[in-house]
Antibody, heavy 124, light 109 residues
Framework: QLQLQESGPGLVKPSETLSLTCTVS??????????WGWIRQPPGKGLEWIGS???????YYNPSLKSRVTISVDTSKNQFSLKLSSVTAADTAVYYC????????????????WGQGTLVTVSS | QSALTQPRSVSGSPGQSVTISCTGT?????????VSWYQQHPGKAPKLMIY???KRPSGVPDRFSGSKSGNTASLTISGLQAEDEADYYC?????????FGGGTKLTVL
């Protein structure tokens, strides 16, 4: 049974780069059936998809964040990571990592399971 | 890429049914049968309730059902229970990206 856990700094200064890692347990990040996604939720607001990565390194990004986002995968550590550059207070949010089924492989789409989420605050 | 449109809030009494709509475009909701719904209680991670428009994961009560017509997907909760009070989000596959709805707060009166 897959489990995901986010880790990283809870406080980032404006204009700096937010960096988070998601550790996958209970399965291999190199599975051909899954993408690995990042989703965020500003306090009191809705969910926003940030991007997803395949174990090969192929990525899809939210067009509104694409210029600032890099998602990478480390198969040797069963981890994938998020970097968001030039952050502002608007990037303050709970950041979730989640497993996404590969539609072209599984002919199914969902985000499940999710990590517990980690709050990142952008403040000086 | 715009968020899918959901009503900000809906409410119902215990035992009643409520329906939450999720409106997108032909590029997302209308273009694929890949809409999922998530339930989120305060301070918790979202939980998958419906996938592929109308399928239920194991463990989700059959009081939860989904459907789609054109560019609008819907989540119906019948026999409302107090524990159903939560935020609900739809999400659509859209080829090279994925898009969530703005969320709907369900209040059980």
């Amino acid at each position: 049974q897959l489990q995901l856990q986010e880790s990283g700094p809870g406080l980032v200064k404006p204009s700096e780069t937010l960096s988070l890692t998601c550790t996958v347990s209970g399965g291999s990040i190199s599975s051909s059936s899954y993408y690995w996604g990042w989703i965020r939720q500003p306090p009191g607001k809705g969910l926003e998809w940030i991007g997803s990565i395949y174990y090969s390194g192929s990525t899809y990004y939210n067009p509104s964040l694409k210029s600032r986002v890099t998602i990478s995968v480390d198969t040797s550590k069963n981890q994938f990571s998020l970097k968001l550059s030039s952050v502002t207070a608007a990037d303050t949010a709970v950041y979730y990592c989640a497993t996404e089924l590969v539609v072209v492989v599984a002919a199914t789409f969902w985000f499940d399971p999710w990590g517990q989420g980690t709050l990142v605050t952008v403040s000086s | 890429q715009s968020a899918l449109t959901q009503p900000r809030s809906v409410s119902g009494s215990p035992g009643q049914s409520v329906t939450i709509s999720c409106t997108g475009t032909s590029s997302d909701v209308g273009g694929y049968n890949y809409v999922s719904w998530y339930q989120q209680h305060p301070g918790k991670a979202p939980k998958l309730m419906i996938y592929d428009v109308s399928k239920r994961p194991s463990g989700v009560p059959d009081r939860f059902s989904g459907s789609k017509s054109g560019n609008t997907a819907s989540l119906t909760i019948s026999g409302l229970q107090a524990e159903d009070e939560a935020d609900y989000y739809c999400c659509s596959y859209a080829g090279s990206h994925r898009v969530f709805g703005g969320g709907t707060k369900l209040t059980v009166l």
